[in-house]
T-cell receptor
């Protein structure tokens, strides 16, 4: 597609539930990133993929968070046993490659609210 | 450690006035620098980027930024602000998987 596409744009879920957030990167972009943005903060890195593999998942806050990219294109961020502190905007981005100097392009985000 | 500092949490300017948003960075190698803008409820849009060469970089929407190595700064400027520029602005360093963002500066524009 023309840009990074994320679904759903908004999600309200109850504490303890499971959530999936989907990202479709720019066509041809091999690197895909997930960021989390809390109110009044800049984006914080969660994980990035080069192709199908998670090349760096050091930003995932705990083992309730997991992401996959099985075919090297679309990615899904999965959050188990959601907590109220997980409420944030989850931003997906992509770039032609992961190296320094590659510009990353963002989707519009998935706003997650855990009640 | 690599970091980005945006000293101003929020700034208010009058429509038509000039704007400068500050950004300071700490980065071990030659920095790749970016400015993004985020309107309410939207994702981040790239305004401009600096990789090398001319230290004054032109971007979209009439914005420019100047890289000053001696000051470790990459300030964003616009000569005349429009009401539609009201948004959050993020400075970033690194690029690719090494991209680090500042905390942002919220711009308010008054009539």
């Amino acid at each position: 597609g023309a840009g990074v596409s994320q679904t759903p744009s908004n999600k309200v879920t109850e504490k303890g539930k499971y959530v999936e957030l989907r990202c479709d990167p720019i066509s041809g972009h091999t690197a895909l990133y997930w960021y989390r943005q809390s109110l009044g903060q800049g984006p914080e890195f969660l994980i990035y993929f080069q192709g199908t593999g998670a090349a760096d998942d050091s930003g995932l806050p705990n083992d309730r968070f997991f992401a996959v990219r099985p075919e090297g294109s679309v990615s899904t961020l999965k959050i188990q046993r959601t907590e109220r502190g997980d409420s944030a905007v989850y931003l997906c981005a992509s770039s032609t490659g992961p190296s320094s100097g590659n510009t990353i392009y963002f989707g519009e985000g998935s706003w997650l609210t855990v009640v | 450690a690599q970091s980005v500092t945006q000293p101003d949490i929020h700034i208010t300017v009058s429509e038509g006035a000039s704007l400068e948003l500050r950004c300071n960075y700490s980065y071990g190698a030659t920095p790749y620098l970016f400015w993004y803008v985020q309107s309410p409820g939207q994702g981040l849009q790239l305004l401009l980027k600096y990789f090398s060469g001319d230290t004054l970089v032109q971007g979209i929407k009439g914005f420019e930024a100047e890289f000053k190595r001696s000051q470790s700064s990459f300030n964003l400027r616009k000569p005349s602000v429009h009401w539609s520029d009201a948004a959050e602005y993020f400075c970033a360093v690194g690029g690719g998987f090494k991209t680090i963002f500042g905390a942002g500066t919220r711009l308010f524009v008054k009539a």
